[in-house]
C-alpha cells in the first residue's frame, strides 16, 4: 500500500459569525496530572466506508471543534516563571490529504505492522499538538489518521474531542464545552503524604538513566501480534476468574481479560520462577475523586494501579488469583490516593528531583507489562455525516510488553488485543492464548 500525500498544511480555529476569539496571548498551566504521564503523540486510525463527506467539510468541522478546544491549536512551553504551560496562541493543527491508488478492501485486514504508520502523521519532532490526516482509496473509502499530544489530555479527554469534530462536521451545535477547572486539584494544607509515589509514579533520574542501560541488553525483534476474544470465550473468562470470589460481585470482563493476559504472556516469556512480575493499568481519576470530577474535564485525570507477583505464583495459583490481585490493587487507587498524589507532586518532586515513570521511550518492559484500555472510548460515535467508522485500532506501536485492548469493531461485546512480544515468543503465546487452564 502505496500512500500518496498530495497536500499538508496549518489549520485554526474557527470562529464564528463575530465571535470575538479569546486574547491569543492565554495559556492554561499543566497540572500535576498533565505532568506525571506519557511525554508524547498517540495515534489512532479510523476507517471509514463511504458516503463520506468532502475533506473541505471535514476541515471545517475540525476549525469549528479547535474554537472549542483550544489547547489543540496551542503550542507546549514555559511561562515567565518557569511553568509548563499550554499557550493558548491559535497557532494551528497539522492537516494531511493523502490518497491510495488501491480500494479499501485491497488494503484489508490491516494488521499491525510499520505499513500503518503511512496512514498518519509522524510522531516525532512535532511541534504541533495534533495532527489529521486524511487518506482517500479509490472506493470512496476514507481512512483518517489522528495523533495527540498525551501532556494535552487523556483518552477520555480526546474522545471528546473527537466527538465534538464529527458534530461540527454534520452541522450540529451540540459540542460539550470542555471543563477545564484546575482548582480541583489544589493540594491541601497541610499535605498529607499518605501513600508513597516515589517509585511508583516518579522516580530518580539516576534510577530511569539505569532502567535504560539495562534494556540495552535485549536485541531480539519485536512483533504486534493481534489476538480477538470472542464473547463467549470472555464469558466463560469471567466466570473462571470469579469461581473463587464466593457470594461477592463477579470481577469485571477487563480485570478478568488482563489477568489471563499476564499469567499467558508470563508463561510465553518463560521467566525464572522467582523474578517479580506486574502490570501497569490506568484508573481514571474522574470517577475516583471525590467529589466526583465531571467527563467533560479536559486535561489528565489518570494514575495507575500496579498489581505484582511472583512469577512461581501467578503460574502455580488460579486464574481467580491474578484477577483478585488486579480488582483489589485498582480498588486502592481511591480518592485518598489521589489526593495523596496531589499533595506530593506538588510539594515533593521538584525538591527531590524527581521525574515521572510513565516512558513511552522504552522499547522493552519484560518482565513487566502495561494495558492501555480503550474498551471504554466511544469510538463509535465519531461520525462526520456518514455513520460510525468500519475500523478502529491503534498506530503500530511495538513496545514487548504495551498491550492495547480495543472493544472490537465487530460490535458485538468481544474485544480486540494488541500484543507487542518478542519474535520467540510469539509461537507459544498462540499456542496457550486460548487456553483456560
Same mark, same amino acid.
Not at 495523596?340 to 525538591?351: C, G, N, P, W
Not at 504495551?402 to 460490535?411: A, D, E, N, W, Y
Given at each position: 500500500?502505496?500512500?500518496?500525500?498530495?497536500?499538508?498544511?496549518i489549520?485554526?480555529?474557527?470562529?464564528?459569525?463575530?465571535?470575538?476569539?479569546?486574547?491569543?496571548?492565554?495559556?492554561?498551566?499543566?497540572?500535576?496530572?498533565?505532568?506525571?504521564?506519557?511525554?508524547?503523540?498517540?495515534?489512532?486510525?479510523?476507517?471509514?466506508?463511504?458516503?463520506?463527506?468532502?475533506?473541505?467539510?471535514?476541515?471545517?468541522?475540525?476549525?469549528?471543534?479547535?474554537?472549542?478546544?483550544?489547547?489543540?491549536?496551542?503550542?507546549?512551553?514555559?511561562?515567565d516563571?518557569g511553568?509548563?504551560?499550554?499557550?493558548?496562541?491559535?497557532?494551528?493543527?497539522?492537516?494531511?490529504?493523502?490518497?491510495?491508488?488501491?480500494?479499501?478492501?485491497?488494503?484489508?485486514?490491516?494488521?499491525?505492522?510499520?505499513?500503518?504508520?503511512?496512514?498518519?502523521?509522524?510522531?516525532?519532532?512535532?511541534?504541533?499538538?495534533?495532527?489529521?490526516?486524511?487518506?482517500?482509496?479509490?472506493?470512496?473509502?476514507?481512512?483518517?489518521?489522528?495523533?495527540?499530544?498525551?501532556?494535552?489530555?487523556?483518552?477520555?479527554?480526546?474522545?471528546?474531542?473527537?466527538?465534538?469534530?464529527?458534530?461540527?462536521?454534520?452541522?450540529?451545535?451540540?459540542?460539550?464545552?470542555?471543563?477545564?477547572?484546575?482548582?480541583?486539584?489544589?493540594?491541601?494544607? =497541610?499535605?498529607?503524604?499518605?501513600?508513597?509515589?516515589?517509585?511508583?509514579?516518579?522516580?530518580?533520574?539516576?534510577?530511569?538513566?539505569?532502567?535504560y542501560?539495562?534494556?540495552?541488553?535485549?536485541?531480539?525483534e519485536?512483533?504486534?501480534?493481534?489476538?480477538?476474544?470472542?464473547?463467549?470465550?470472555?464469558?466463560?473468562?469471567?466466570?473462571?476468574?470469579?469461581?473463587?470470589?464466593?457470594?461477592?460481585?463477579?470481577?469485571?470482563?477487563?480485570?478478568?481479560?488482563?489477568?489471563?493476559?499476564?499469567?499467558?504472556?508470563?508463561?510465553?516469556?518463560?521467566?525464572?520462577?522467582?523474578?517479580?512480575?506486574?502490570?501497569?493499568?490506568?484508573?481514571?481519576?474522574?470517577?475516583?475523586?471525590? =467529589?466526583?470530577?465531571?467527563?467533560?474535564?479536559?486535561?489528565?485525570?489518570?494514575?495507575?494501579?500496579?498489581?505484582?507477583?511472583?512469577?512461581?505464583?501467578?503460574?502455580?495459583e488460579?486464574?481467580?488469583?491474578?484477577?483478585?490481585?488486579?480488582?483489589?490493587?485498582?480498588?486502592?487507587?481511591?480518592?485518598?490516593y489521589?489526593?495523596?498524589?496531589?499533595?506530593?507532586?506538588?510539594?515533593?518532586?521538584?525538591?527531590?528531583?524527581l521525574?515521572?515513570?510513565?516512558?513511552?521511550?522504552?522499547?522493552?518492559?519484560?518482565?513487566?507489562?502495561?494495558?492501555?484500555?480503550?474498551?471504554?472510548? =466511544?469510538?463509535?460515535?465519531?461520525?462526520f455525516?456518514?455513520?460510525?467508522?468500519?475500523?478502529?485500532m491503534?498506530?503500530?506501536f511495538?513496545?514487548?510488553?504495551?498491550?492495547?485492548?480495543?472493544?472490537?469493531?465487530?460490535?458485538?461485546?468481544?474485544?480486540?488485543?494488541?500484543? =507487542?512480544?518478542?519474535?520467540?515468543?510469539l509461537?507459544?503465546?498462540?499456542?496457550?492464548?486460548?487456553?483456560?487452564d
Open positions: 500500500m502505496k500512500v500518496r500525500k498530495e497536500n499538508s498544511r489549520i485554526r480555529p474557527f470562529y464564528d459569525g463575530n465571535a470575538d476569539p479569546h486574547s491569543t496571548k492565554q495559556y492554561i498551566p499543566l497540572s500535576v496530572f498533565d505532568k506525571v504521564t506519557y511525554n508524547t503523540h498517540i495515534a489512532v486510525i479510523y476507517a471509514y466506508r463511504p458516503p463520506i463527506p468532502q475533506n473541505a467539510i471535514l476541515e471545517l468541522g475540525l476549525r469549528k471543534a479547535l474554537s472549542q478546544y483550544r489547547e489543540w491549536a496551542g503550542r507546549l512551553g514555559l511561562n516563571k511553568d509548563s504551560v499550554i499557550f493558548l496562541n491559535d497557532e494551528g493543527v497539522r492537516f494531511v490529504e493523502a490518497s491510495v491508488d488501491i480500494t479499501l478492501d485491497q488494503a484489508m485486514p490491516f494488521k499491525p505492522s510499520p505499513a500503518l504508520l503511512s496512514l498518519h502523521p509522524s510522531l516525532k519532532g512535532v511541534e504541533e499538538l495534533v495532527q489529521v490526516q486524511l487518506t482517500r482509496f479509490t472506493c470512496g473509502s476514507l481512512v483518517v489518521g489522528f495523533t495527540a499530544h498525551h501532556l494535552v489530555a487523556d483518552g477520555q479527554a480526546t474522545s471528546n474531542f473527537l466527538v465534538g469534530w464529527g458534530q461540527a462536521c454534520r452541522g450540529l451545535d451540540t459540542i460539550p464545552p470542555p471543563l477545564r477547572d484546575r482548582t480541583l486539584f489544589v493540594p491541601r494544607d =497541610p499535605p498529607i503524604f499518605e501513600f508513597e509515589h516515589n517509585g511508583v509514579e516518579f522516580m530518580s533520574k539516576k534510577l530511569k538513566k539505569d532502567n542501560a539495562i534494556e540495552d541488553v535485549f536485541g531480539e519485536i512483533v504486534v501480534h493481534k489476538i480477538h476474544f470472542t464473547v463467549e470465550f470472555l464469558a466463560k473468562l469471567k466466570s473462571r476468574a470469579s469461581s473463587s470470589n464466593g457470594n461477592n460481585k463477579p470481577y469485571s470482563t477487563f480485570e478478568s481479560l488482563v489477568a489471563h493476559l499476564w499469567r499467558v504472556i508470563t508463561r510465553a516469556r518463560g521467566l525464572n520462577g522467582f523474578e517479580t512480575t506486574n502490570v501497569r493499568i490506568s484508573v481514571n481519576g474522574r470517577m475516583r475523586l471525590n =467529589p466526583r470530577v465531571p467527563n467533560e474535564y479536559f486535561g489528565n485525570l489518570v494514575l495507575w494501579a500496579f498489581p505484582s507477583a511472583k512469577v512461581k505464583d501467578l503460574l502455580r488460579p486464574l481467580s488469583y491474578a484477577t483478585k490481585l488486579i480488582h483489589d490493587t485498582i480498588a486502592k487507587v481511591n480518592n485518598n489521589f489526593k495523596s498524589f496531589i499533595d506530593f507532586a506538588t510539594h515533593k518532586v521538584e525538591e527531590e528531583g521525574v515521572p515513570t510513565a516512558d513511552m521511550n522504552k522499547s522493552v518492559l519484560c518482565p513487566n507489562l502495561e494495558v492501555d484500555s480503550w474498551l471504554r472510548f =466511544p469510538f463509535c460515535d465519531l461520525d455525516g456518514g455513520g460510525s467508522p468500519y475500523i478502529f491503534p498506530t503500530y511495538p513496545t514487548e510488553g504495551m498491550m492495547f485492548l480495543l472493544p472490537s469493531f465487530i460490535r458485538d461485546g468481544s474485544i480486540d488485543a494488541f500484543i =507487542p512480544l518478542f519474535q520467540g515468543n509461537a507459544f503465546f498462540k499456542q496457550i492464548c486460548y487456553c483456560l
